[in-house]
């Protein structure tokens, strides 16, 4: 049996063992499965995050790679369960809600398959808890070779769930002053970094001098004047906005957390979802 590389990523936190029992069901009927942790701290039902991690991550893995992923508020309704096939990178398996939205976005030349055929189910099905039921089983089987064609009938790449303003947008206005990118929080990092839905790309449509009088508020919190190239190009707890590693605008305090204004005069703390507006100046 060859071994193959499964990711999970899923929104079940570390407290309870259910990340644990995917394991055991992927590894009992796939003992050489190598499986990969990509995150289990996506906010609880925040399937935008899911998306964001999804898509930051799963192009670092070899071709054939397997990638489980369960953030799934809609477990037990009549949410689809899917696995969707890219050629040269790999399979997708979850629910049908968005979750896969930048791959789907992203390949045309995909195949998804609704799962149906209970072969690849585990009995007795319960009604919220299909990542141990139907798709750690569906991917381990994936993994050990069993045919795609067999999980169930396709479905076409237009009728698949694709979150709506996955990526913000510039909207021009009358005027420089009414012109503005309308972005959102979709992941705050192990670090406090707000990391925002903004791609690098967007800015290198505009004048390149933008970059440098943007003024990028994040609610009542921050207001930030220029984006920066390194964290060094601040002095300690000064807000900053840069590109992450994944070419996407992020928030950060030097030395300090972004999320976390307690004993400002905006106290609180910023989640993901969290509106940021961007403006510039001509």
């Not at 009542?220 to 190009?233: P, W």
């Amino acid at each position: 049996m060859s071994q193959k590389i499964i990711t999970l990523t899923t929104d079940f936190g570390e407290k309870s063992g259910y990340v644990g029992v995917m394991k055991g069901v992927i590894l009992s009927l796939n003992p050489s499965a190598l499986l990969v942790d990509l995150s289990h701290q996506v906010t609880p039902q925040n399937i935008r995050e899911g998306a964001f991690l999804l898509h930051t991550t799963y192009n670092h893995f070899p071709p054939g790679t397997l990638h489980l992923a369960v953030v799934d508020p809609g477990v037990g309704t009549e949410r689809r369960g899917i696995t969707i096939q890219v050629p040269e990178v790999g399979y997708f398996v979850g629910p049908d809600n968005g979750l896969f939205s930048s791959i789907i976005q992203a390949y045309p030349n995909l195949t998804a398959r609704e799962i149906t055929n209970r072969a690849f189910m585990r009995e007795p099905v319960s009604y919220t808890f299909h990542g141990r039921d139907i798709f750690a089983p569906t991917t381990a089987l994936l993994s050990r070779g069993e045919d795609f064609e067999g999980l169930g009938s396709t479905i076409p790449r237009e009728q698949l769930m694709v979150l709506k303003n996955l990526w913000a947008s510039w909207q021009p206005g009358n005027t420089a002053r009414t012109s503005r990118i309308i972005a959102q929080v979709v992941h705050v990092d192990h670090f406090g970094n707000l990391i925002t839905n903004v791609p690098r790309s967007l800015f290198e449509t505009l004048n390149t001098a933008q970059i440098e009088k943007a003024n990028i508020q994040v609610g009542s919190f921050y207001t930030i004047t220029g984006i920066v190239d390194t964290y060094a190009q601040a002095i300690s707890n000064e807000p900053i906005a840069l590109f992450s590693s994944s070419s996407l605008l992020e928030i950060a305090r030097v030395n300090s957390r972004a999320d976390t204004i307690s004993g400002q005069s905006s106290p609180g703390r910023i989640i993901v979802g969290q509106e940021v507006k961007i403006t510039v100046e001509f």
